[in-house]
């Protein structure tokens, strides 16, 4: 390298070249090094600020963990998403980290020649390591490890950082549970209609019928299926238990116990059978030879319904009994395949627990009868057809709430189970069928205990969700939401880098002090024109001069390559 020789002034020193062995005469002195004030971006003030950096980027992201951790990405409010923003930070971060370490190792590999002799490649190697991960490992696997291995380390190792990062950060659903007035699904401990209109002489079978009360039991009957009505906008819950008044129905065979009781009256090729299920209830079917046979015949038997009475009798909460008698009659018309089936149905309470919603869906954890013990919880308050009613008294459960119903609504129900709706014929053949009622709805190969467990539930569902007295059992919102959930153990690769790297600076400043006399030149290129290769010696032989007057001087003189 050459300078403008024109005005020696403008260089306190001879120009520095590469000479080959035995060019100029060796020297033996030791180069003094220029240092620099430690705020001096020649010494480490640049380094210090891009690992200071590095370290508020680090925290910064920590910061931003700590602060989203279990709450819903919601909770982020900046309008550059969250997975953007870690990226942003950690880019940020690996950009100032490998600043300082490149300059690191850059610097180390001078102190690395200082330190005895070494294989001039070495100088291409530790280069090599200041810029990459290649380079990095070609310095682990060739060089003897030092100071600027925990460099070529660092190199490698902030290649996972972004991805460990990220790794931090799981995004899961989880439920919102609020509380939501509108969140509602029904349940009631009375059914009392108001009849206060009804005449003073008005006779049991002249209560007015409840149509929904009518509509729940023919629903049941013929085993149609009613959305459950209930108030949820997407997904509630109801956490608490609640006792609601209801029915329950029992079936089952009879068909031999039934027929050992028939007594039957025969006219030429004609007969009538009546005869009586062990449940008491009467059934008669009629025959003639070749022309007509009974294929159905139900009928009701009512266990309650004398308004003078002034105890409940010892069948109470049993209201009703039912019997059903179905045959197949052949071409001759002769009965076979003969079912009859007693069914009864009583008042009780349900205990629903758990009740869920989602949409259209609506389903209860737990349904189970409310046990009220070996007693009759039921007594009779005397007041006539409008005035009287029935109560539980429950004295000593105190978890099951006061139960009512009204005289006048339970007789109603009753009524209308022995109306020839219910009660009623299917003649095959020759016969004249006027009582048609709901003969289809129970006729042929029906499962009659089903449809009788059908029924209950409906009119129990009907008390619950639009009976007179129906009460609202309010519940929980549940809201799906994504959350933030911090994985901790996968931000241990990130520290420990960044403690590497805080190593790593330490001790290259402090090997680098001034007192070990080494050049601070880091990572210039420039660097290697101010020494001379001195092969009988075997050394790196500098002319001592600061990396700022080698910048100086390259930026005045012009060369070029021979």
Known sequence: MAGDDSNPKSHPYDPTHVFEVGSEPLSSTSAEYKRHPVYSPSEWLLETISSTLALGLLIAIACIFWYMDNKPLSAWSPSVSLSATISILTTGYATALMHGVGTFIGQLKWLYFKNGPRKLSHLETFDGASRGVWGSILLLTTVKWNIATIGAFITILRLTFSPFAQQVILIEQRDIISLDDTVTFGYAHNYSRNLGGSLANSRVDSIPQDPNMQSAIVQGLYGINTPATFSCPGTCRWTGSYISLGFKSECRNVTQETLQSANCDSIGSSSQCNMTTPAGVGISTRYVATDLATNYYMNASLLFGDPSL?????????????????????????????????????????????????????????????????????????????????????????????????????????????????????????????????????????????????????????????????????????ESQPFVSIRWPYFIVPIATEAFAILFAVLTILSNRKSRHVPLWKSSALAVLACQHEEQLGMLQSTGKDVNEIQALAEKAEVRLQ
Not at 325 to 330: A, F, G, H
Not at 379 to 397: C, D, H
């Open 310 to 478: 002034v105890e409940l009798p010892d069948t109470f909460p049993e209201i009703t009994r039912f019997a059903i008698y179905r045959s197949t009659p052949d071409h001759n018309f002769e009965a076979h395949n003969i079912n009859i089936t007693d069914c009864s149905l009583s008042i009780t309470a349900y205990e629903y627990i758990d009740a869920k919603a989602n949409g259209s869906e609506f389903a209860f954890g737990k349904i189970q009868e409310v046990d009220f013990g070996s007693t009759n919880p039921w007594e009779l308050w005397p007041g006539g057809i409008i005035s009287g009613r029935l109560y539980t008294n429950v004295s000593n459960a105190n978890h099951i709430p006061a139960l009512e119903i009204s005289y006048a609504s339970l007789a109603a129900v009753e009524n209308f189970f022995e109306s020839t709706t219910i009660v009623t014929e299917w003649v095959e053949g020759n016969f004249e069928n006027n009582n048609l009622g709901l003969a289809a709805a129970l006729s042929g190969t029906v499962d009659v205990n089903e449809r009788f467990d059908k029924m209950a539930a409906t009119m129990t569902d009907y008390l619950r969700d639009g009976g007179p007295n129906a009460q609202s059992a309010h519940g929980e919102r549940v």
